[in-house]
Nanobody
Framework: EVQLQASGGGLVQAGGSLRLSCAAS????????IGWFRQAPGKEREGITC????????YYSDSVKGRFTISTDKANNMVFLEMNNLKSDDTAVYFC??????????????????????WGEGTLVTVSS
């Protein structure tokens, strides 16, 4: 059974940094696309970064490119989202998601665009201006 649990959200000032963690189980990272999504109040869920077959196939949305970094620790089945230079627009509930198994040609962008099959509970990030 695929399970995901995000943690690490909180209140941070604009310009600050935060690191989110996602504990994953029930699947092999190399066989799945994994990503971080967020949903701000009144808005649809948005795929902000996804990775497949390791970080060599990684997508970032324009809204976070250059500020956020996704990484994985396969030995401990963890996915991280390092968020720097946070802005008030980054305030949202953040979710980690996974989908698969996928083949080696599967695009990380596709995962972020179409969404995931498996979701963890979200963690709230609030950026104060």
């Amino acid at each position: 059974e695929v399970q995901l649990q995000a943690s690490g959200g909180g209140l941070v000032q604009a310009g600050g940094s935060l690191r989110l963690s996602c504990a994953a189980s029930g699947f092999t990272f190399d066989d799945y696309v994994i990503g971080w999504f967020r949903q701000a109040p009144g808005k649809e869920r948005e795929g902000i970064t996804c990775t497949a077959k390791g970080t060599s196939n990684t997508y970032y949305s324009d809204s976070v490119k250059g500020r956020f970094t996704i990484s994985t620790d396969k030995a401990n089945n963890m996915v991280f989202l390092e968020m720097n230079n946070l802005k008030s627009d980054d305030t949202a509930v953040y979710f980690c998601g996974a989908d698969g198994p996928v083949d080696k040609y599967y695009s990380a962008f596709t995962g972020c665009y179409y969404g995931m099959t498996y979701w963890g509970e979200g963690t709230l990030v609030t950026v104060s201006s």
